[in-house]
Structures are given as structure tokens and as C-alpha cells.
């Protein structure tokens, strides 16, 4: 049943995939000018000797004569058969070395806010709904406000200043000068932990502020719900029937927000990451933006976009397991 | 009730108007719910504060935007005093800065001098053109009362919030960019009402073909992250485009991710009010699809338009300061409230001229305001729960 | 308190219910006294909006936070045994231990919707075991097979495989089968049905009523049915309520109610009714006026305003007192005040 | 009795809708629900029809088919209208059939969600009146008055939105709606089924009053055969989308032809606890409307069944003047109607 299910997702995704390359392709190609001519100069610019023979390898490689159809055909053949992402004339790199660099600490750091996202959220959002109007909501329902309000820039810039004012160190980047070309150590990460917590919460609080709400509301909801006062009628103790039912319920929509929650994390770790100058795709994306290096930033955005449709159907999933009503086909009533 | 309608009456008495419950319309009913949210209740006076300063920026603020003090550059807040030295009161009053170099650091700084520089209302400052008109006026809401013939820009000078690197001052500047960042998330909402109205109200009157395909194109945008995507489509933008155009596609931009959540309710809410009693009551009545529409199903979701609408706004402001912040939006010479923050990107900057994050005061504040009236509203949109 | 008699399980003293809102106290249930006998079945029947749910809501204490309760619900007979001192559950902690032990396991309650009230993502097995691994038997398997039984006992086929269903994949005359089943899995002294019909189609409730008095026969159970159906209160009741506005304001056996009833109410409401057997295409005697709003209201009968036989300056002053009219037979009514002994 | 009806308002021929069934990306249609499958029947000028049958069973979607709120899959209705002509409403072009809809209205089951809470009670009412250009404001005001007064509301709460009035006040403004245009024949749809005893008899008068005072010809569809054995002259029992019986009420209710109207009637509680009921226990549920059993629908319920039933879909017969089943052994039973009516 479930792998039918799994199956059938898995189906439907193929068209929304290609319909997304299709459209990051059109971005990419957004900007003035066509890549090679963009790369000629950036190579006569910086003085470098322009090789007729190197142009015209790529000219074929990437089909970069043909029409634009073909051109995506290309790209996408490139891809999917040699995982070839194109060239970074930026850094005179394939995007594919580039993103083996920094892809890696861009995903960890997204997943680990997600989890203390959650670890935040879910317990906060149950103790506000169940001590309603209490001094802890009202703490938390003002602090879900402000997270709201404050950009995740903002946030970055400002919980630097007041670390540096506070300590007298600049936390910025992932490690300290004296560690950021030394292989990896322990030293190396005890010197890490403090920052990448740092940026962990900073890009875990705009996201928990909007869950705690709607985790808060869900569950408000739940408690009042005929299924609650039947548990009670069976006589069971009130701790256990909380975590057995509504929480339970309240917990099953926040499953499946991980489609809508992980492309905001994503976003958040970028625009974090760019102002803390952190070793990861973020600064990396933004330069190649501002300098139009367009292959480098189409792939970012499509292997983010991959992701985050990844993630929509693994929480999909998830909630086909948690709810037995999707699994069993339909929500009757 | 309108008055109107009483007069047209002649027996008044067959009205019944002792209780007000019973004659209250959906806009009432909705007031008194709102009322009710205190936080709301403060949001909304402050944010009509804020947008008439910020529209009026050059009559409330005491310089100009792009003004420079040439001799009075990274200044710190001057301080407001009331009372002087020897403690007569005077007025609201500031010293006259004098550089002054430190002997070991050589770091310039101001410091007070003397000389006492009377603030005032209503007074004579920097010229400039009535909402961008030709019509010259001088007169500044508040500011320093240059002595008689003096003209502005010389050392009667006072910074509210200081200066920056440039020597232009900040407050003035907050103001300025105040009214490019909270008319743009107005534009750009009022691009999402149209793409999102239009989109949603065809797809789900029209279902079908139209709906699908629709619905297609939301689960497209909703799959690629909204940040890196408003990034690119912002780069895209050429460089040598006038500041003009570029706002208003900036605008478009942001609302090319927002329309699709407005679609959502819009395509549901018409699907569901298409089953309601009342609907099928107004057809059965013999109303035209025309009035069927306009008369009985705008009116009962409008409040759940104005519920999104108001709930998207927070996240353009917030998404355009990020974005012009990062220098991919909106670019200097034209001032946003992001652009004014691209001064302090260090944590040297920072620590040198704190007072160049004024901005973001601005910014968590309307913000939040929105966000408190968004959430009032939600409250308020269905009365009749 | 001591038991009025040797068949009584469970009594109501004077109790009200009373909710404390923003726009004023809402008297939900206002002194109501009955008591429970073995082995019988007490109707309470009234409109919408006349307190019947909120009375057995109250037995159950699981009333909302602002819902005050005072008088005495007194339970004489715990777990099949004579308690030496009567429970006053009206003054037991809501979330304590002893109504705990109470709830699901001496009293068990059938509700109104069964697909409300089943979680919509637990097996109705895991649901129905919960009751007995707190009440019966702790052991997990033999927990399920008592389960299987419940099932089978109320007419579900297949048991062995119905236990790890979903509540959406039975329909809705099953669910309340099933919702009978965990009422009566740990063979409760008292079962209290509110409305447990009316979202039924005919059929169907015909045979879930044809269910409940099999088992409480059975079982020797005593019954709270709680209906608006005066139709089903004749089929299913030894014993008859009928409340207006919080109170009770006839109660008797079901025969007197039907064949000789008092209250000017009790009148109305059967002759409104809309049986097939009467006279063909005539019109109704209804009831003038509606039903008042349970808040703030003027010290008088709650039905004045309605009835065609008040009484000016008597009925408008004061509340009525209960008379005991015959034995067994209570009304509460001026016509009454002078003619039998007044009740409790 | 008969005879004073000869001249049917509404006749529905063969009428069908099926709601398709989608699935998959694309939409596809996989199979129907049947809601409303082959009626035939009419309904006479002045006479009040009841339809009864269980949730599910096609007797709303019925009465909307045939007042075109929803478009029928196929066949056919015929209004018979002010001129005396048989008019088809199911290929009438919309504009027409606005103007028809003066003659034609609809009463409906949730006060709550039939009114729309943001107009006033002068608006809601006066709405079919302004669709209609009938009479200019002032005209329209004083005509509402007098509308309420007929349905007994207080014309002095005329300003008054709906959110002001009980369940009852609130069906009698629906009433008073459906009423302003002077339709002929009116849809109730469990009109009065949300609403407390008493106020239900309130209700129920009030639509028999008006009838008798307008000659309005009902089609009340209802689940309560109490309400129905009241107001009713004709009753058509329904079962899955199938008509399974129509007879005169008094007919239905005393000799019974189908078996599921039978066990329908047996069914019922009576407010009588000297005499409770011996009842017919139906097995199993109500079929599923989108996987009907082959053969007469009711067959896996039904106690007489024999194999021909489990094969073939009875035709729907006349098998004494005026009383049609659709059952393939109605000739060879004898049924019990509902106590007090049985001679």
C-alpha cells in the first residue's frame, strides 16, 4: 500500500522536475550577453591569453552555438550523464569541484537547523497551547513575533556585534585565522562548534517563530476536539492522553511543512552564511549572481530546488505513515 | 444603517434600532472583533504614523536624503539638551561638535563645543521640491534655528542619528528610504492581488484545463527555494536599468513568489463558497453569474483577501531589505531601508558607527506592526464563527 | 448521604452547572436531582440548549476549566461492591486518581458522533484495549482478546480483523457498534448514551438500539439515555427526565409521561411531535416562542413566557417548587405547588 | 381526494445524474456515483410530494437536478408554467431560465448557512425580487414587511442581519425568501429537520398554512416519516439514487409494497411505550453509491430476496393505480405498514 503510494509520488515528481530545470534554465539565460562572450572578457580582464582551442571545446561540450532548446538539452545531458554542472568562469572551475568543496557544509548546516528548528518549536508550541495565557506563552507568543520581524541578516549582524562586544572576538567564517587552512582536527572542530551553533540558531530562529505559532494553534485546536473528551471519559491520566492524541495530531501537519520550511532554511542559510563569510555555497551563489558567473548560480538553484521538492515528498511519506487516513487512500468525511 | 436610509422612511419607528448587535453589518461586526487585539490596536496608528512621515520625508526630516556635511562625516547622535551647563532651562538645544583627534589612536571624533544651537519647529532648512515637484519650500518639521540669513549646510548642525561615512544625515535618510521600502511592499502586494486574484479566481471558476495548469505552476514555485530564486531573477536585472523601473520590477519580482499562496485561498474559497447554501440560494433567486459573484461571493471571502494580502507583507519588506542588503535589490544612489544597511556589513563598521543600524529599528518596527495587524484581522475575518 | 435504597447506584443533589463567560453567567444546569437504579434506564429528553449533555458531563467531570459545579453526585456502588462511604464525585479532583478509576471503568459514555470521537490515527482496537488495560486487564494480549470479544458481542464481523482497522474504514453504524463496545468492555455499572443515534439513518439506529438494550440486559446495566427523540426515549427508557432550561421539570415513569403527564411542557412537546399514527395531514399544536438563552435570566418558571396556562403574578415570581404529585411522580409547576408534597 | 389533482406542475422523466470519479494526475474519470439513477414521476398542482429515504440516497441531489441548481447527466423535466405550458427546464437557456426561476424556489435545510450573514433581512429577502426587477425600492420595502408578517417575523426587525435570530426566525426569513416572487412549486430540503420539536411544528405549520393560503405545490423532501405522514399526500421512498416506491401517503404507510420501505417504516421509534414496535432489522449498511451490487440495489439487505434480484434491476411498475415499485416480488408480498394505519 505504502510503496504504491511511494511509488505514485515518485511518478508525479518526474514532470514537476524537468518543468523546474526548464524554468532555472530561462533564469539563467535571464541576464544580457551569452556565457562565452561574458567569459572572454572576464579572461582579457584579467590579462589572461584567450585559447581559440579551449572556446571551441566548450563551444561543443555545452553546444553553446546551437539554439536554446538544444542548449538546455545539453545541459541537462551533461548532468544527468556526467554529473558535468558547466564551467565557473569565475573561478576557471567546473561548478561540480566547486560544489564538492562547499555543498557538503551548506546541506549539514540546513538539516541541523531543521532539527533544532524542531527541537524548539514542537516542545515550546505544546507548553504554550497547554498553559495557555500563561507568563511562558505570552513570552514565547512576543518572541515568535520578533523572530518574525527581524530579518535573518539582521540577526546574523547582530548577534556578531554583540558577541564581539562581548568577547572581543569576531565570529565571523567557521573557524578562527588560525584555523582556516588546517586540516581537520579537534582542535580544528572545538574551535568550529561555537560558530557553526551560532549560525545553526541564527537560521533556526526566523523558521521556529512561525512553527511555534502554528504548532501552538494546531494543538489548541486538537484539545478541543470530541476525541480528547472520549479519552478522558476511558479514564486515562491526562499526561499520557496528551501525548497519545492531540499532540500526536498537532505533530502530523508540522511533518509535512517540511516541503515549505527547508526552502526557507535554505534561503536563511544562504543570506547567513554570505554575511558571516562562512566557507559555504551562500557566499559563493551571491558572487556568482552579482558577477552574472550563471552556470554556477543555475546549478545552485537547481540542486536546491531538487531538494527541496526531495524533502516535500520524504515529509509526504512521513505523514502517509503518521496518518493512517492518506495511506488507506483519501481523507473521508 | 445608514442616515440616509432613515430619512427615506418617513415612520422612523417601524426601524428597530434599540440594539446595535442586531443591526450590525459584517464591517462592524468585524471592528469589534479587531478592537479586541490590543497589540493590533497599537500597530495600526503606528503604521499610519510611519507611512505619512515617510511620505512627507523631506517636510519631516531636517536635511536632505543625499545631502552631504562635508566637515561632519561618521558623527555620532548629537545629544538633545534641555537644560545647559549651568542648569537654566533653555529649550531643546544642541553644542556645536568640534573635531577632535585622539593623540595616541588618531582616531577623529566629535566632541561638544559651547556653542548652543536652538532646535525649533517649523524651520527653515535645505530646499527642496514639494513631493518631488517643482514647488520649492524650505520649511523642515523640526531642526536647527539658523540664525537670520544663514544658510543650511554650515556648523548649526544637529544628527539626530548621526552620520555616515559620506556625512549625510542618517535619520533623514531613514526617512527617505522609509519611503521606498514600505511603498514597495505596497506595490509589490498589490502585483501579488492581481497575479494571485486573476490566477486563483480563473482557476477555480473556470476548473478544468485552466485550474490544472494553474495548479501546476504553483507547485513549480513553490518548489524552488524563494531567496536564492528572487536572487537570480534581482541579478538579472541589468545594471544600467533607471532606479524607476528597476523598483517596480524588484516589486514584480517579490511578487512572483507571493501570488501563488493568495491563489491558494482564492481558488479554495471559491470552490467551497460555490457549494454554500447562501450561493445556491442568490442562483435560485435568479441572480446573474455577474451578481452571483459581486454581490454574494466577493464580499464573504474579501476578508480572507485582506488576510493574506496582509500577512505577505512582512515578508517583502523583509525580503526586499535582504535583498538590496546584499546589494542584489534595489542600489544606491536610490535609499531603502536595506541599501542604508549595506554600511554596517563588518563587524568593524559596526563597532566604529553603531549608530548606522538605526535602519533596522525601522525595519523589526513596521514589521512587527504588520505582523500584530495580520494578525488582528485573522481574528477579525470571520465574524460569524 | 446515606443510599436512599438498596438499588440505587448513583444520586443527584441539587446539582447545577454553572459557566462563568465574558458576557455573563450562563446557568447550564441549574438543580437537578435523580438517582440511578440497577438495571434501569433513565431518559433525560429536552431541545437543544436544556443542560441534558452538561448534566452527564458533569458525572463525568469533564467539564471546560470556566464551568463551576456545585452540589452532590453521590456513587454508591464501586467496581460491583457497596462502598462503605458514598464518592461525592462532584467534589473529586477532575484529573485525580479516583474519577479516573471512575470514568471508563464504573461509568462509560457513548457520544453523539462515533467518528468524532474515535482518533482518527489509532487502531479502534488500540482504542478499545486502552479502556480495558486500565479498568479489566493490564496484559496487552489479553487485553486484545477481550477486545475481539467486545467487537463480536456487538455485532461487528470479523473482530480478529476489525481490531486493526481505522476508524475511517467502518461506516458509521460500525463505529458506533464499536463505540459501544469500548463503553461496555469493562462491564461498567452505568453507561450514559448521549444522543447516540442521532447522526444515524433510521436503520441503522434501529438496530444500534436494539444493540444497547440486548447488552444492558445482559449485563444488569443501568442507562442515562439521553435523546431529543421522544420516540426513542418510549423504545428505550424505564424511567423519564425532561428538562427545560437546566432544570427538570417532570419526571416520572415512561407510561405516566406518556399516558398522563402534567408539566403544561411535557404536554406541549407531545403533541408537537410529528408521530405517523395520528390523524392524517393535521396541523400541529406547537409551541409558541423559542427556547430563551440559558444567560441571565429573570427569577421565574423558565417556560412562562410560553406556556398558555401561566398564571400571571404567580408564574412570573419565582421559581416553581417540585411537588411530588405521586409517588414516583415529580413536577415541577405552580398548578402543582398545593397539591402533593414538595420533593427535594 | 385524487381527482382534485390531475394537473401535474413538474413531470421528471428518466432524470439521471452521475458524478464522475477522478483519479491520477490527469484527472481521469474512473467510474460514477449514481446519486440520481432513472426517476419517473410527477407532482401535481397544489399537492405536497415527500421524498424519504436514508443519507446518501439521491433525495437532495434529486430535488436540485430538477430545479437546476445542478445540471442533470440527462433526461428530461417539464415545468408547467404560468401559461399553462409544459416548458423543458433541463435544455432551457440560462437567461430563460432565470425568469422561470420567478415560479420555482427552494427552501433549505440549514438556516445557518442558506442566509447570507452580511445582508440584512430586508436585503435577503427583497434579493430574488431586485434579480427579478420587480417593483422599485419603497414598494419593496413595504412588501417585505408584509412578507415577514405572513411568516410571522416581527417587521420591525427589518435591519436586522440573520446572525440576530434563532434557528426557527431564521427558516421562516428563508421562507419568506423563497415566497416573494409567489413561486407555484417549491423545493423544501429537510427544511425543517435542523430545528427543535417544537419549533419544527411551528415551521411546518406555517409551510401548510401558506400552501393552503397560495397554492403552492411542495416537493418536501425529508428522512422523518412523522413529519412526512403529516404534510404529505404522496410519498416516493428512495434507496441509493433508485426511486423504489411512490404511492398516496396514506396507501404507502398502510400496505407497503417494497421491502425497504417496509423496514423503513418499522424502523421508526413510535412514542408509544405500551406499544413498542416489532421491528424489521435491515443486515449491513447502505450500498456504497459508487460500487452499486449488481441487480436490484437492495438486494444484499433485503429478507425476500430470491436470485432473479441479484441479476436483474426491477422495472419500475404501477401495480395498482397511483402506486409504483420497483421490485421484482411486490405481487407476491404481503407487508406490514406502519402501526396505526394498518386496518
Redesign the interface.
Same mark, same amino acid.
Given at each position: 500500500m505504502l510503496l504504491n503510494y511511494i511509488l505514485k509520488r515518485l511518478l508525479q515528481l518526474i514532470p514537476l522536475l524537468i518543468a523546474v530545470s526548464i524554468l532555472i534554465f530561462i533564469i539563467i539565460q535571464l541576464p544580457p550577453g551569452d556565457y562565452l562572450t561574458t567569459y572572454i572578457i572576464q579572461l582579457e580582464t584579467s590579462g589572461l591569453e584567450v585559447n581559440q582551442s579551449e572556446i571551441i571545446n566548450l563551444t561543443k561540450q555545452y553546444g553553446l552555438d546551437k539554439p536554446m532548446y538544444q542548449q538546455y538539452l545539453y545541459w541537462m545531458k551533461n548532468i544527468i550523464t556526467k554529473l558535468d554542472f558547466g564551467r565557473s568562469f569565475q573561478w576557471n572551475q567546473t561548478v561540480l569541484s566547486l560544489l564538492q568543496q562547499r555543498l557538503p557544509a551548506t546541506i549539514s548546516i540546513s538539516l541541523l537547523s531543521l532539527v533544532v528548528t524542531w527541537a524548539i518549536a514542537i516542545p515550546v508550541g505544546i507548553v504554550s497551547a497547554t498553559h495557555q495565557y500563561s507568563g511562558f506563552d505570552y513570552f514565547f507568543q512576543f518572541f515568535g513575533f520578533i523572530g518574525m520581524s527581524c530579518p535573518a541578516f539582521l540577526l546574523a549582524l547582530a548577534s556578531v556585534f554583540i558577541l564581539f562586544k562581548l568577547t572581543g572576538q569576531s565570529l565571523t567564517g567557521l573557524n578562527s585565522a588560525a584555523f582556516v587552512n588546517a586540516p581537520m582536527s579537534w582542535a580544528k572542530f572545538v574551535d568550529m562548534l561555537p560558530r557553526l551553533l551560532l549560525v545553526i540558531f541564527i537560521i533556526a530562529i526566523s523558521q521556529t517563530a512561525g512553527m511555534i505559532r502554528s504548532m501552538r494553534a494546531m494543538l489548541l485546536d486538537e484539545l478541543q476536539k470530541q476525541y480528547v473528551i472520549t479519552a478522558r471519559a476511558k479514564g486515562v491520566k491526562e499526561k499520557k492522553l496528551l501525548w497519545k492524541y492531540p499532540i500526536r495530531m498537532a505533530i502530523n501537519p508540522q511533518v509535512s511543512t517540511i516541503g515549505w520550511v527547508l526552502p526557507g532554511l535554505i534561503g536563511g542559510e544562504m543570506i547567513v552564511s554570505t554575511v558571516l563569510s562562512l566557507p559555504t555555497m551562500g557566499p559563493l551563489v551571491k558572487r556568482a549572481l552579482t558577477n552574472q558567473d550563471m552556470y554556477l548560480a543555475g546549478s545552485y538553484l537547481l540542486i536546491v530546488s531538487v531538494l527541496t521538492v526531495i524533502g516535500t515528498l520524504i515529509s509526504d511519506i512521513l505523514l502517509a505513515i503518521v496518518d493512517p487516513r492518506i495511506k488507506f487512500g483519501g481523507v473521508s468525511e | 444603517m445608514s442616515d440616509k436610509k432613515k430619512k427615506s422612511n418617513a415612520n422612523i419607528d417601524t426601524v428597530d434600532s434599540s440594539s446595535s448587535y442586531e443591526v450590525a453589518s459584517q464591517y462592524k461586526l468585524m471592528w469589534w472583533k479587531f478592537k479586541k487585539h490590543k497589540a493590533a490596536m497599537i500597530a495600526v496608528p503606528v503604521l499610519i504614523i510611519m507611512y505619512l512621515i515617510c511620505m512627507c520625508c523631506e517636510f519631516f526630516a531636517p536635511a536632505l536624503p543625499l545631502e552631504r556635511y562635508k566637515d561632519y562625516k561618521d558623527t555620532a547622535p548629537t545629544r538633545i539638551h534641555l537644560w545647559d551647563d549651568d542648569g537654566n532651562f533653555v529649550g531643546p538645544f544642541v553644542y556645536g561638535l568640534e573635531r577632535y583627534t585622539d593623540p595616541y589612536t588618531f582616531r577623529k571624533s566629535y566632541v561638544e563645543s559651547d556653542q548652543i544651537i536652538k532646535l525649533g519647529f517649523f524651520v527653515r532648512g535645505s530646499e527642496y521640491g514639494v513631493f518631488g515637484s517643482n514647488l520649492k519650500w524650505d520649511v523642515h518639521f523640526f531642526g536647527v534655528k539658523l540664525p537670520e540669513g544663514e544658510e543650511p549646510g554650515g556648523h548649526n548642525v544637529f544628527f539626530l542619528m548621526g552620520t555616515d561615512s559620506l556625512g549625510r544625515d542618517v535619520f533623514s535618510r531613514i526617512l527617505s528610504g522609509g519611503r521606498i521600502s514600505l511603498s514597495f511592499c505596497l506595490v509589490s502586494v498589490a502585483f501579488t492581488v492581481i497575479i494571485g486574484l486573476t490566477l486563483g479566481g480563473l482557476s477555480g471558476y473556470l476548473g478544468g484545463v485552466v485550474d490544472t495548469i494553474v495548479q501546476r505552476a504553483i507547485d513549480l514555485i513553490m518548489s524552488i527555494p524563494g531567496i536564492p530564486m528572487w536572487m537570480a531573477l534581482a541579478a538579472a536585472l541589468p545594471s544600467t536599468m533607471s532606479n524607476l523601473k528597476k523598483y517596480f520590477l524588484m516589486s514584480l519580482i517579490m511578487s512572483l513568489i507571493g501570488w501563488t499562496g493568495l491563489a491558494r485561498v482564492t481558488r479554495g474559497k471559491l470552490l467551497s463558497l460555490r457549494e454554500e447554501d447562501f450561493v445556491i440560494a442568490a442562483r435560485m433567486c435568479g441572480s446573474s453569474h455577474m451578481r452571483v459573484i459581486f454581490k454574494h461571493m466577493l464580499p464573504s471571502f474579501l476578508s480572507y483577501i485582506i488576510v493574506s494580502v496582509t500577512g505577505s507583507i512582512p515578508g517583502t519588506i523583509l525580503g526586499e531589505t535582504t535583498l538590496s542588503f546584499l546589494g542584489l535589490g534595489l542600489q544606491a544612489p536610490t535609499v531603502s531601508w536595506g541599501t542604508l544597511l549595506q554600511d554596517c556589513q563588518t563587524v568593524d563598521s559596526m563597532a566604529a558607527t553603531p549608530w548606522l543600524m538605526f535602519p533596522a529599528l525601522f525595519i523589526i518596527v513596521s514589521v512587527l506592526c504588520f505582523c500584530f495587524m495580520g494578525d488582528g484581522l485573522r481574528d477579525a475575518a470571520d465574524p460569524y464563527k | 448521604m446515606k443510599r436512599p435504597s438498596e438499588d440505587v447506584i448513583l444520586a443527584m443533589e441539587d446539582v447545577k452547572v454553572h459557566f462563568d463567560m465574558d458576557e455573563g453567567l450562563l446557568k447550564a444546569v441549574d438543580g437537578v436531582d435523580f438517582v440511578i437504579k440497577k438495571g434501569r434506564t433513565l431518559g433525560i429528553v429536552g431541545e437543544s440548549g436544556c443542560g441534558k449533555s452538561v448534566t452527564t458531563n458533569a458525572i463525568f467531570k469533564i467539564l471546560p476549566k470556566y464551568g463551576l459545579i456545585s452540589g452532590n453526585i453521590w456513587l454508591y456502588e464501586k467496581d460491583g461492591k457497596e462502598l462503605e462511604e458514598p464518592i461525592n464525585i462532584a467534589e473529586l479532583n477532575p484529573t485525580g486518581d479516583v474519577i479516573r478509576s471512575i470514568r471508563g471503568g464504573n461509568i462509560s459514555m457513548i457520544f453523539q458522533e462515533p467518528m468524532k470521537a474515535f482518533s482518527p490515527v489509532h487502531t479502534i482496537g488500540n482504542q478499545i484495549m486502552e479502556t480495558i488495560m486500565l479498568h479489566v486487564e493490564p496484559d496487552k494480549k489479553k487485553a486484545r482478546e477481550i477486545c475481539v470479544e467486545a467487537l463480536r458481542a456487538v455485532g461487528i464481523s470479523n473482530p480478529e480483523q476489525r481490531v486493526d482497522e481505522y476508524p475511517h474504514q467502518l461506516s458509521g453504524g460500525m463505529r458506533q457498534r464499536a463505540m459501544i463496545a469500548m463503553a461496555l468492555a469493562s462491564k461498567p455499572s452505568i453507561l450514559i448514551a448521549d444522543e447516540p443515534t442521532t447522526a444515524l439513518d433510521v436503520t441503522i439506529q434501529a438496530q444500534v438500539l436494539d444493540l444497547i438494550n440486548n447488552l444492558k440486559h445482559e449485563n444488569n446495566t443501568s442507562v442515562i439515555f439521553i435523546t431529543h427523540d421522544l420516540g426513542v426515549i418510549a423504545e428505550m427508557s424505564d424511567d423519564v427526565a425532561v428538562m427545560y432550561l437546566g432544570k427538570i421539570v417532570e419526571s416520572c415513569d415512561v407510561d405516566t409521561l406518556f399516558y398522563n403527564p402534567q408539566h403544561p411542557y411535557t404536554r406541549a412537546l407531545l403533541k408537537s411531535i410529528p408521530t405517523a399514527d395520528k390523524q392524517h395531514k393535521g396541523r400541529f399544536e406547537s409551541i409558541r416562542g423559542t427556547v430563551p438563552y440559558a444567560m441571565n435570566l429573570p427569577v421565574q418558571c423558565g417556560f412562562c413566557d410560553r406556556c398558555d396556562e401561566a398564571i400571571k403574578g404567580v408564574c412570573d415570581k419565582g421559581y416553581p417548587p417540585n411537588v411530588e404529585i405521586e409517588p414516583g411522580h415529580f413536577v415541577r409547576c405552580f398548578k402543582f405547588a398545593d397539591k402533593g408534597t414538595e420533593g427535594k | 381526494m385524487e381527482n382534485k389533482y390531475t394537473n401535474p406542475i413538474i413531470e421528471v422523466k428518466n432524470l439521471k445524474k452521475y458524478f464522475p470519479i477522478t483519479s491520477g494526475?490527469f484527472?481521469k474519470t474512473v467510474g460514477y456515483v449514481k446519486a440520481v439513477d432513472n426517476i419517473d414521476m410527477y407532482i401535481n398542482e397544489g399537492e405536497t410530494l415527500a421524498l424519504v429515504g436514508?443519507?446518501g440516497c439521491g433525495k437532495t441531489t434529486l430535488g436540485?437536478c430538477i430545479?437546476q441548481?445542478i445540471k442533470p447527466t440527462s433526461g428530461s423535466v417539464l415545468f408547467n408554467n404560468k401559461e399553462n405550458k409544459q416548458v423543458e427546464l433541463t435544455t432551457m437557456p440560462y437567461s430563460q431560465l432565470?425568469?422561470t426561476?420567478?415560479d420555482m424556489?427552494?427552501i433549505?435545510?440549514?438556516p445557518y448557512?442558506?442566509?447570507?450573514?452580511?445582508m *440584512?433581512v430586508l436585503n435577503i429577502i427583497s434579493?430574488?425580487l431586485i434579480?427579478?426587477h420587480l417593483m422599485g425600492p419603497?414598494e419593496r420595502?413595504e412588501y417585505v414587511?408584509e412578507l415577514m408578517v405572513t411568516v410571522g417575523l416581527?417587521?420591525?426587525?427589518?435591519?436586522?442581519?440573520p446572525?440576530?435570530f434563532? &434557528? &426557527?426566525?431564521r427558516q421562516r426569513i428563508?421562507i419568506a425568501?423563497a415566497l416573494a416572487?409567489k413561486p407555484r412549486f417549491v423545493v423544501c430540503d429537510e427544511a425543517v429537520a435542523a430545528l427543535?420539536?417544537?419549533?419544527? #411544528?411551528?415551521v411546518?405549520?406555517l409551510l401548510?398554512d401558506l400552501q393552503e393560503k397560495m397554492n403552492l405545490s411542495y416537493l418536501f423532501i425529508s428522512?422523518?416519516? &412523522?413529519?412526512v405522514?403529516?404534510?404529505s399526500?404522496r410519498v416516493g421512498v428512495m434507496y441509493v439514487g433508485h426511486m423504489v416506491e411512490l404511492a398516496d *401517503?396514506?396507501k404507502l404507510?398502510a400496505r407497503p409494497m417494497h421491502p425497504y420501505t417496509e423496514?423503513?417504516?418499522? #424502523?421508526?421509534?413510535?412514542?408509544?411505550?405500551?406499544n413498542?414496535?416489532r421491528?424489521i432489522?435491515?443486515e449491513g449498511?447502505?450500498a456504497n453509491p459508487a460500487h452499486l451490487p449488481s441487480g436490484c440495489p437492495f438486494h444484499p439487505r433485503c429478507r425476500y430476496a430470491k436470485d432473479i434480484c441479484k441479476e436483474q434491476l426491477p422495472e419500475w411498475r404501477e401495480l395498482e393505480p397511483g402506486h409504483y415499485v420497483a421490485c421484482h416480488c411486490a405481487q407476491d408480498l404481503q407487508l406490514h405498514g406502519?402501526? &396505526?394505519?394498518e386496518k
Open positions: - | - | - | 494526475f484527472k436514508e443519507s436540485r430545479l441548481a432565470r425568469d426561476r420567478r424556489q427552494m433549505f435545510q440549514d448557512a442558506s442566509l447570507d450573514p452580511r *440584512t434579493e430574488p434579480c427579478h419603497a420595502r414587511k416581527n417587521p420591525r426587525h427589518l435591519e436586522r442581519y446572525h440576530a434563532s &434557528g &426557527g426566525q428563508g425568501r416572487t427543535d420539536v417544537s419549533v419544527q #411544528a411551528q411546518l405549520n401548510m428522512h422523518d416519516l &412523522g413529519v405522514s403529516h404534510i399526500d *401517503t396514506v404507510f423496514a423503513l417504516l418499522s #424502523a421508526k421509534p413510535v412514542a408509544d411505550p405500551r413498542k414496535s421491528r432489522m435491515l449498511d447502505v406502519m402501526r &396505526g394505519y
